[in-house]
Nanobody, 126 residues
Framework: QVQLVESGGGSVQVGGSLRLSCVVS????????MAWFRQAPGKEREGVAA????????LYSDSVKGRFTISQDNAKNTLYLQMNSLKPEDTAMYYC???????????????????WGQGTQVTVTS
């Protein structure tokens, strides 16, 4: 059974940094497409970054491009999201998501991912 467990969220001031982690069990990260999504209260869940494990391609939303970096550690079966220059509008619950690479569309659309974690809260204060 595939499980994704996020950690690393917290409260940080504007301009600060956080690194989120997503530990995967039940499958091999290197055979997944993986992504980070976020959802603020009253808003739709939106994709912020994706990575195609087999060749390392990455994809970012315009709102985080240049500030966030998605990466993975195959030895630790873990996905990361390094978030720098954080803004109040980055405040949200952050979720990692995955889909087997044979089913991967490499998008930031939530409907294309099969497995989801429970989320970790990020709050950016001014």
């Amino acid at each position: 059974q595939v499980q994704l467990v996020e950690s690393g969220g917290g409260s940080v001031q504007v301009g600060g940094s956080l690194r989120l982690s997503c530990v995967v069990s039940g499958y091999i990260v290197s055979k997944f497409c993986m992504a980070w999504f976020r959802q603020a209260p009253g808003k739709e869940r939106e994709g912020v970054a994706a990575i195609y494990a087999s060749d390392g391609r990455t994809l970012y939303s315009d709102s985080v491009k240049g500030r966030f970096t998605i990466s993975q550690d195959n030895a630790k079966n873990t996905l990361y999201l390094q978030m720098n220059s954080l803004k109040p509008e980055d405040t949200a619950m952050y979720y990692c998501a995955a889909v087997r690479d044979s089913m991967c569309y490499f998008t930031l659309q939530k409907g294309t991912y099969a497995y989801w974690g429970q989320g970790t809260q990020v709050t950016v204060t001014s």
